[in-house]
């Protein structure tokens, strides 16, 4: 069982950054694969970036990937989604989900979810 609590979201400017964070409950966090999606009303919840168990393997979605960086802290049980140049067109609320096994995109395949924090970029 792995719970998932995310921080750090809030209001930002266009232009400007934040620090997401997702802390687990877990004695065993080396085993999950920990990835942080988004969604916005209406819409389904899309990939944003995913970290292996170890951190050595990271995946971003195509508009995250020059200006996002996800990274764990194992000592920790957290991982963090750290946004530069955020865009209006990022604001959503974000979640963290774990997984065990291989990496995937597809939110169906996870386990274990945080229960969201709201991001707003304004113009």
């Known amino acids: 069982q792995v719970q998932l609590v995310e921080s750090g979201g809030g209001l930002a400017q266009a232009g400007g950054s934040l620090r997401l964070s997702c802390a687990a409950s877990?004695?065993?966090?080396?085993?999950?694969?920990i990835t942080w999606f988004r969604q916005t009303p209406g819409k389904e919840r899309e990939f944003v970036a995913s970290?292996?168990?170890?951190?050595?393997?990271?995946y971003y979605e195509d508009s995250a990937k020059v200006r996002f960086t996800i990274l764990r802290d194992n000592a920790k049980n957290t991982v963090f989604l750290q946004m530069n140049s955020l865009k209006p067109e990022d604001t959503a609320v974000y979640y963290c989900?774990?997984?065990?096994?291989?990496?995937?995109?597809?939110?169906?395949?996870?386990?274990?979810w945080g229960q969201g924090t709201q991001v707003t970029v304004s113009s």
């Open positions: 989900a774990a997984k065990s096994g291989s990496y995937d995109r597809s939110p169906s395949r996870y386990n274990y």
């Open positions: 877990t004695r065993t966090f080396t085993n999950y694969i």
């Open positions: 970290i292996s168990w170890s951190g050595s393997l990271t």
